[in-house]
């Protein structure tokens, strides 16, 4: 067989799978909160605002998230600075990524982890149609597949090191440097930056594990300091509302994700939390890895990003039969991880380890932060099964499903309207009603503040405790209060206010306050 038939065959399946992400792709940009934070970061970028959050009514605050994402999208906004013009441009930058992640662990895979071309092919294919990935790439402007692409490119940069001599300068110094943009993309990069170090530990190169060590920090280091000395006050928190005010650690320990403000979790709740969320991981977001379409019709295909089960934060995964098919594919990729003797101490087995303890605190969803790590997950369920005369067909049947339910999605969508971009568009009425109806300069508390912000170029701020911020907001001259929240409740009647806009199948509500 010709050397060059393997790389023309793969190229095929990338061209296969490149037809499902086209014809995915949508206009919708913002319905998750962060991705239009991202986005008004990215144009406070290319106007020379500076990095802060120019949406808000208060203070212009530095955010919690570091700016490696919302730079890569300034150019963009620049050359087109009107929203929603940039936003499929924008979706093809994360596209890219996922497919230049593809090619990269596919040369990985045959090229050090003893995996012959087509079982690559195979891991490969179902890595790139996982519905979740695929619906992070083209229904929204969020960060995970630009990770995922600097996090795959660190993980086989940091194991080149230990290919060449202990003297060797420039192979830790780019693996640093990868690693470094990973950790500036997001915060979830410092478990790259842990198994880095202890996989070249293990390997006994100390030197090169100083001199990665001291690149690592010379790349992130101005940036923690930069946070740290603008960092904004509690009471600039408070009024600006939101997670995205919140460094991280404070996300950790607060009581509820949705309100960080209140304090700090009690002990008692940090350990259950710690043991309800890997719990979660292994009986149900990994089996929404390989196997969503056990969770939902393909009409919700890759909304279990933000809806995998638990107490209040979603209805997918909670069928008795769907968690014990989760815990059975993630035991089989601990079997693949831990019984693998050259995946047991490599780096991906190490970053999965790395990544568990800053999965368990938080308060939030854990989904997203296996979907960066969805190639090595689906590597170790090959491994697991052990006889490529059962994984083959075990993965088929992976695609196969993956393929199924991307052929639903796209029916509906040339057929009819799929939720998500009916919701998009009930979104945009909701934003133009919001242009033409509230006076220039007037401000509004907002369930999703930066859509508003960059929809209606109307000032804003979040909701967090409606009922106890109220009279903070008309103290401060809101008057309009927003939700787009589907089917979200209407404010008290005791608080005072009047109904100005209510949409139709969503029920998206706009209120004025009134005396």
């Not at 693949?336 to 380890?353: F, K, N």
């Not at 969803?365 to 491994?383: C, E, M």
């Not at 005791?494 to 509500?509: E, I, T």
Request: with cysteine; aromatic share 8%; charged share 15%.
């Amino acid at each position: 067989m010709s050397p060059r038939r393997p790389a023309i065959a793969f190229a095929m399946v990338l061209t296969a799978i490149a037809v499902v992400y086209a014809v995915r792709l949508d206009d919708a940009a913002g319905l998750l909160v962060d991705d239009a934070w991202y986005i008004v970061l990215a144009t406070s970028l290319a106007r020379g605002d500076g990095y802060v959050l120019i949406s808000s009514s208060t203070t212009s605050i530095l955010p919690a998230v570091p700016p490696g994402f919302p730079i890569v999208l300034s150019p963009i906004v620049l050359a087109l600075p009107r929203f929603p013009d940039y936003v499929i441009w924008m979706k093809l930058v994360s596209v890219a990524a996922v497919f230049t992640a593809g090619v990269i662990c596919w040369r990985d895979f045959t090229r050090h982890r003893g995996l012959t071309p087509a079982h690559a092919t195979l891991i490969v294919a179902a890595t790139l149609l996982t519905p979740a990935l695929v619906f992070l790439a083209t229904s929204t402007v969020m960060a995970d597949c630009v990770f995922l692409l600097a996090q795959i490119a660190s993980v086989v940069a940091v194991e080149r090191i230990t290919r060449h001599g202990d003297d060797d300068v420039r192979a830790p110094l780019a693996a640093a440097t990868l690693t470094a943009a990973a950790v500036l993309i997001r915060s979830a990069g410092a478990a790259l930056v842990i198994a880095a170090i202890v996989f070249l530990l293990i390997a006994k190169r100390w030197r090169q594990a100083a001199i990665f060590v001291g690149a690592v920090a010379a790349g992130v280091l101005p940036w923690a300091m930069y946070a740290a000395t603008h960092a904004p006050t509690d009471e600039e928190r408070v009024a600006h509302g939101g997670t995205i005010a919140y460094s991280y650690s404070r996300l950790l320990t607060a009581p509820r994700f949705e309100d960080p403000s209140q304090g700090v979790a009690s002990k008692a709740a940090l350990v259950e939390r710690i043991i309800g969320n890997l719990s979660v991981v292994l009986m149900r977001d990994v089996g929404a890895v390989l196997v969503p379409s056990i969770y939902r019709g393909p009409d919700e295909s890759g909304r279990e990003v933000f809806s995998i089960g638990r107490p209040l934060m979603g209805h997918m995964g909670v069928a008795r039969g769907t968690m014990i098919v989760s815990t059975i594919v993630g035991v089989i990729m601990v079997i693949g991880w831990i019984g693998s003797a050259r995946e047991r101490l490599a780096l991906p087995g190490l970053l999965v380890a790395a990544t568990l303890p800053m999965i368990a605190p938080v308060s939030g969803q854990t989904f997203r932060y296996l979907i960066p790590l969805a190639p090595y997950l689906v590597l170790f369920f090959w491994r697991g099964v052990g006889w490529p005369a059962v994984a083959r067909p075990a993965l088929l049947i992976v695609i196969g499903l993956h393929g199924l339910e991307h052929a639903g999605y796209i029916h509906q969508k040339l057929t009819a309207t799929p939720q998500w971009i009916a919701d998009w568009r009930e979104n945009v009425e909701g934003l133009g009603w919001i242009a033409q109806n509230v006076p220039a300069g007037e401000t509004l508390a907002a369930t999703n503040p930066g859509l508003i912000y960059l929809g209606s170029n109307r000032h804003t701020r979040a909701i967090d405790g409606m009922q106890r911020n109220w009279a903070r907001w008309k103290a401060d001259g809101v008057r309009y209060v927003v939700s787009t929240v589907p089917r979200s409740d209407l404010p008290p009647t005791s608080l005072g206010w009047r109904l100005r806009f209510r949409s139709g199948r969503r029920a998206l509500w706009v209120v004025e306050i009134t005396d």
